[in-house]
């Protein structure tokens, strides 16, 4: 009989009612995966969708939601090489982190080191993605403008930041509401626009002189794209 654990569940799409904590077959790493005792796992935007069957799953994703966790390496893999058991680390997954043990593709895992282990359990699915938007997509220098939209949420606020290391000179940032806009101006944001009030557009023409910013992070893009362009 495979062993069990526990695990946040759901017998069909639906709200958070559908969730609930059971029993379940422990996992069993692959040739090239080890297996994590879950000590941290967070929650995503993404989480949510696949809750209500609104996110598309890639084939190797199961039935239980959670991408990132951070935990210590119980079991190896016949192949894995990277990790010994007793190891902390943390990663990004295709599913599995809401529960007391998950597998994880060695190269997908990482060191915790220096990290606490429920800093580590919330750092990439928004960080990485934040980064790669301001860094590896955006280029930004020190010095230029950037635009945030949705800037409060998680991949938002971790733009703000990441844009203000860089020596971003002008940090535009929209959100729905004053709150959330002093939240982001204590992150470093200078400009502050309220989508439910204000034309962002309107607003960074108005302080660029016409000019715009150098680089626009937007995920929600269809209903933002003509303005941004302009």
């Not at 009989?1 to 709200?15: F, I, S």
């Not at 980064?131 to 606020?157: K, M, P, R, S």
């Not at 860089?166 to 982001?184: N, P």
Request: aromatic share 8%; with cysteine; charged share 20%.
């Amino acid at each position: 009989m495979a062993l069990q654990m526990k695990a946040v569940l759901q017998d069909k799409p639906g709200g958070v009612d559908e969730l609930y904590i059971g029993m379940t077959a422990r996992p069993q790493p692959a040739d090239n995966e080890v297996l994590v005792k879950i000590h941290y796992f967070a929650l995503n935007r993404m989480d949510i969708l696949q809750r209500e069957g609104k996110y598309p799953l890639p084939p190797e994703a199961g039935p239980i939601l959670g991408v990132e966790m951070s935990g210590t390496i119980v079991e190896l893999g016949s192949h894995a090489r990277r990790f010994k058991v007793g190891d902390r680390v943390f990663g990004l997954m295709y599913g599995g982190a809401y529960a007391q043990y998950a597998t994880i593709d060695e190269q997908s895992a990482l060191p915790v080191n220096s990290l606490s282990m429920d800093m580590a359990a919330s750092l990439l699915e928004c960080w990485y993605t934040a980064y790669q938007a301001v860094h590896y997509i955006g280029a930004l220098q020190n010095g230029e403008d950037i635009l945030i939209h949705a800037a409060a949420g998680g991949v938002g606020t971790a733009a703000i930041q990441l844009a203000h290391m860089a020596g971003a000179r002008r940090i535009f940032v929209t959100a729905g509401s004053s709150d959330k806009l002093e939240y982001c101006r204590k992150l470093g944001a200078t400009h502050l626009i309220n989508y439910r009030e204000q034309k962002f557009k309107d607003v960074v023409l108005e302080e660029t002189e016409g000019r715009g910013v150098d680089v626009v992070c937007d995920y929600l893009l269809a209903s933002y794209f003509a303005d941004n362009i302009e």
